[in-house]
Each structure stands twice: as structure tokens, then as C-alpha cells.
């Protein structure tokens, strides 16, 4: 089979040099590129099966933040294999691609051998995984898993056993099998506890999996490794971000260098800021962070796009009265960032955030029709903030029911983003939006449903999920507080994330409980307390960390 490669380096002599390299070692089909934005044309019409990224890309985005935002928007499919080029031996360079697990790392200078090993060595492990990539691709997850424990339990080659035994943690993670991912993290940091992906992975799954204090933990040791600071500090801060101690986020974030700050991050700062009355430290921080892009044209949009949303958040919390400041601030953002774009997801950003500063300004008409392009209605790439500022269009136009389904999306879509800081906004956003437009009960009720279901089915870890967030939507309804209860009861689980058992048993005796729902918190507490053990002293340890 020919392989197609694609290569994304900006210095037009390394391209040519790397391409040259290249075509000698296999039978490949390669295409290079001068920037992100040349290769997100590419995508539009063809899939790679290799892509070579170097890390600097000029003064625009970094090849990890090209890569991060490729795959969230469905770009980049998940069979795709990644090689990254850098020159900038930095530990938080190094650590920020190690965080994506490519398949290689190659440090210029590097050798035509080295090129070549590495390729070669790429080569041979996607053609003996080459169906389970396929079934990826094909959206097919729990068939590429049947595939690739097949292929385990024939025995792998050992030169392939680290590749192979990292994508399937991956996709075990990715298919909500999270406490089983984990064994294999730990079986891979029992042999070598220094391994930066099983690290990571193992983190991962302990967030997924609820641990939060074993999380918290984890990263505190994780700060003090140069490759994984950064990432760590991020990670801390969104942990407390949940836990609504946003004195913390600042600490935690004000540990990494400004100018290092990513665009998740400087958000969660914003919004961090914001939840303590800080309006004005937090349109510094985007201002800032905006003015140092200013010539670097695809971040400089991004973050004017970012402060323009956090002006239309303003004027909406304002009285309808006080907001013609905020209002104007917006739109000329908006028109800067949006001014002569061609890219259909930026247009339909552009679009919604004109039409949601009209509906804030009761100029419905003019919302209408800023919705009548084509490109409004395809949400296939919408970023779920932007899901969340299209539901509010939607819903101040009298249509509910639409508003419903894309704040219902942009959950769904939130929780399968990798960047914690990201889903941590995102969610916050989420939450707000629909408790502003009356709809979070309601998708707490369908929530509490799906969990029930899986509580049913004795598949308690989503189940928790399921009545954690429904609580979290619908903080005063009993039932969601006590399902969550009852399934981390029955399944030995004496931390779930921000709760522990004692703390939970607290939080529902102080709602307003209905005579059955009162006795059975009386029975849940019963069987608590016979299982104290196991349950109730863990969760003092827990409480005593402030979750």
C-alpha cells in the first residue's frame, strides 16, 4: 500500500530536504505544507495516514496547539500516526508534544539513519495494526479493541509491544473502560515508574474514574518534573476550578509563565477571575495575551475571538439597560477577528456572535437573518462553547427545543476534548447557559435515566457519571443526590470525584426531601455506616482535602 504523508514545516529548504529524505525509505505518497492552515485545506479533501509536524510553525499556532485543534474538529481521524520535529530541546516543549504520545520525536539536527529508523519502525507497526486503525477511522471502537486483544493474546513482536500496548490503554480509556486502562498503565509504571505517557495515562484514568485525591496527588509530584510542570499546574488548577476554589486556579496557573499560558488555560484564568468580581483583571489577562499574537494573525484571532465572547458574557449578565459598552466592544472584536475569513467554522463563529450580541440587544430580526447561511446549520466542527452561544441564539428566537438539543451536543462534544482545562471551561459555560435558559433540569432528567439504566446493568462507574453531573444541573432534586449515593454504596466506592460518602450524606440531608426520599437516605446511611470500613474512612480523608 502507498502511504500518504503529509509534512508541515515552515522553513521551505527543511520541507524539501525532509521529502527528499523520505522517498528513498519506502513506497510513499508524501505532500508537505507550509503551515496549519495549508494542511487544514489538505484535510478537507484527503486523509493522511502519517503526518510530520514541526513544533514552530512561524509566529502562529504551535504544531501541538495544530494538532489538538485538527482533532477536536474531526480533521485529523484517530488511525492518524504523528511525528513530531523540534529543534527546541525546552523540558516544556518537549513535555507539550510528549502530552499528545506521537509516535516519535525526532530533534534536529537529526540523522538520515535516525529519520529512517523511526519511519521504518512507524511503518512496520501500522501494518501490523493496519485493520484496528481502520475500524478507528470508521468510528468503530469496540471493534478495534476485539482486534487488538486478539492480536495480544497471539503475542505481539516485541519491538512493537510499547506502541501497541499505549494504543490499547488509549483505546480502552476512549471506550470507557477506564479502571481497565489503568491496570495496564500501572502494569506498563510497574516496570519502569518514569514512562511520561503511562504517567499521564494513569492520571487520566484517575480523573475518569472519579479519583480526584489520588489525581490531586499524582500531579503534585508531577510538578516537580520539568516535562510535565506546566502541564501538571494546568491540570491542578481545573481540578480546583470544580471544587470552586478559584483563589487556587490563580495560584496554580501563576506558576506557569505568561507568555506559556495556553489559550484553555488563560480562559480558565478569565473565568477563575470573573467568579470573584475580577471583571477587570480578566479582560487584562485576554487583552494581554491577545496583544502578544499581534503578529501571529491565527492566535491573535483566537484570543479576540475569546475576549469578544467574555464581553458578550458580560453585557448579558448586565441589566438590558447597561450594556451598550460591552455590546460595542464585541462587535468590533468580532469584525476584526472575523474580516476577511473564508474558513466555514470561523464564519459560522463569526455569525453566532453577532447574532447573540443582537438578541442581547432585542434585535431579533437581525439574529434571523445572520442565521440564514448555510454554514450556520453544520455543527460537525462547532467548538462547544460556541454550541452554547448558538443554543442561546436559538432559544432567545422561541425555539427551545432546538436550544435543547445543542446544549445536549455541546456536553456530548465537550467530553470527548483531551484538554482538562478546556472540558473544565467548557462545562462551567455549559452549565450556566442552560441553567440561564431553564433547560438544566431537564437534561439532569435525562441524564438521571441513562444512569439508572446503567446502574441496572451494573455499570456503575458511567452510572456515577450519569448522577454526578444530573446533581450537579439539578443541585436541589433528592433523587439525583441519592442515586449518585446508592451506586457509590453498592459499589465500595468511597470517593466520587468532589464527594465523599460523608459529605454526600450531608449535602442530601440538607435538601428538601420528601417523606420516602427521608427514609431512604435513612437506609443508605445504614448501609454506609455497616460498611464504615471500607466507605466512611476513606471519605474523612477525602473531606479533610477540601473536596
Not at 518514569?194 to 494513569?202: D, E, I, M, R
Not at 506546566?230 to 496554580?252: G, H, I, M, P
Not at 476534548?417 to 431537564?442: C, Y
Request: aromatic letters at 8%; a neutral charge; proline letters at 3%.
Amino acid at each position: 500500500m502507498d502511504y500518504r504523508i503529509a509534512i508541515v514545516e515552515d522553513n521551505a529548504t527543511a520541507r524539501t530536504t525532509l521529502r527528499g529524505h523520505l522517498l528513498p525509505i519506502a513506497k510513499l505518497n508524501v505532500s508537505s505544507f507550509g503551515s496549519g492552515v495549508e494542511l487544514k485545506s489538505a484535510l478537507r479533501k484527503q486523509h493522511f495516514e502519517l503526518i510530520i509536524m514541526d513544533y514552530h510553525l512561524g509566529q502562529g499556532r504551535t504544531g501541538v496547539e495544530w494538532v489538538q485543534s485538527l482533532k477536536e474538529s474531526g480533521f485529523i481521524r484517530p488511525g492518524t500516526g504523528l511525528i513530531f520535529l523540534t529543534s527546541d530541546r525546552s523540558p516544556q516543549t518537549i513535555g507539550r508534544i510528549m502530552d499528545l504520545q506521537p509516535d516519535a520525536l525526532l530533534i534536529k539536527p537529526y540523522t538520515i539513519a535516525s529519520l529512517s529508523r523511526q519511519i521504518k519502525h512507524y511503518l512496520s507497526y501500522r501494518q501490523y495494526i493496519e485493520p484496528v486503525l481502520r475500524e478507528m477511522d470508521n468510528k468503530q471502537r469496540p471493534a478495534a479493541i476485539t482486534l487488538l486483544r486478539k492480536k495480544l493474546r497471539e503475542g505481539v513482536p516485541p519491538r512493537l509491544a510499547s506502541d501497541v500496548g499505549k494504543l490499547f490503554a488509549k483505546l480502552l480509556f476512549e471506550n470507557d473502560d477506564i479502571l481497565h486502562a489503568m491496570r495496564v498503565y500501572d502494569d506498563v509504571l510497574t516496570r519502569s515508574d518514569k514512562v511520561l505517557w503511562a504517567q499521564w495515562g494513569k492520571i487520566k484514568c484517575q480523573y475518569a474514574a472519579g479519583l480526584w485525591p489520588d489525581c490531586q496527588d499524582a500531579l503534585s509530584d508531577m510538578v516537580t518534573s520539568s516535562l510535565a510542570r506546566d502541564s501538571a499546574f494546568e491540570w491542578l488548577a481545573s481540578l480546583s476550578f470544580e471544587q470552586k476554589s478559584y483563589e487556587q486556579v490563580e495560584t496554580y496557573l501563576s506558576q506557569i509563565k505568561f507568555s506559556e499560558l495556553s489559550l484553555p488555560a488563560a480562559r480558565l484564568k478569565s473565568i477563575a477571575y470573573q467568579k470573584q468580581d475580577k471583571v477587570v483583571e480578566a479582560i487584562d489577562l485576554l487583552q494581554k495575551k491577545r496583544a502578544m499574537h499581534r503578529s501571529a494573525k491565527d492566535r491573535f484571532n483566537d484570543f479576540t475571538f475569546e475576549l469578544a465572547e467574555f464581553y458578550l458574557l458580560l453585557a448579558e449578565e448586565a441589566p438590558s439597560t447597561n450594556r451598550e459598552e460591552s455590546l460595542s466592544q464585541a462587535r468590533k472584536l468580532v469584525g476584526l477577528a472575523g474580516r476577511s475569513q473564508s474558513d466555514r467554522q470561523v464564519l459560522q463563529k463569526r455569525d453566532y456572535l453577532l447574532a447573540f450580541s443582537a438578541i442581547l440587544e432585542g434585535e431579533d430580526q437581525k439574529a434571523a437573518h445572520l442565521l440564514e447561511s448555510d454554514y450556520m446549520d453544520d455543527y460537525l466542527r462547532t467548538e462547544p462553547s460556541m454550541l452554547v452561544i448558538a443554543a442561546k441564539v436559538h432559544h432567545g428566537l422561541g425555539e427551545e427545543g432546538k436550544a435543547s438539543q445543542l446544549l445536549a451536543l455541546a456536553k456530548q462534544k465537550n467530553s470527548e476534548l483531551q484538554i482538562i482545562s478546556e472540558q473544565v471551561a467548557n462545562d462551567d459555560l455549559i452549565f450556566n447557559g442552560g441553567e440561564r435558559l431553564g433547560l438544566n433540569h431537564d437534561q439532569a432528567v435525562m441524564l438521571n435515566e441513562t444512569g439508572t439504566k446503567l446502574f441496572v446493568d451494573k455499570q456503575y462507574l458511567p452510572a456515577m457519571k450519569h448522577f454526578y453531573d444530573a446533581l450537579n444541573l439539578s443541585p436541589e432534586t433528592a433523587a439525583f443526590g441519592l442515586n449518585l449515593l446508592q451506586c457509590m454504596i453498592e459499589s465500595d466506592t468511597a470517593v466520587y470525584r468532589k464527594y465523599g460518602i460523608r459529605k454526600l450524606l450531608r449535602v442530601v440531608a440538607d435538601m428538601p426531601l420528601s417523606e420516602s426520599n427521608h427514609h431512604r437516605l435513612t437506609q443508605l446511611n445504614l448501609a454506609a455506616q455497616t460498611n464504615a470500613e471500607k466507605l466512611m474512612a476513606p471519605a474523612i480523608n477525602e473531606d479533610n482535602k477540601g473536596h
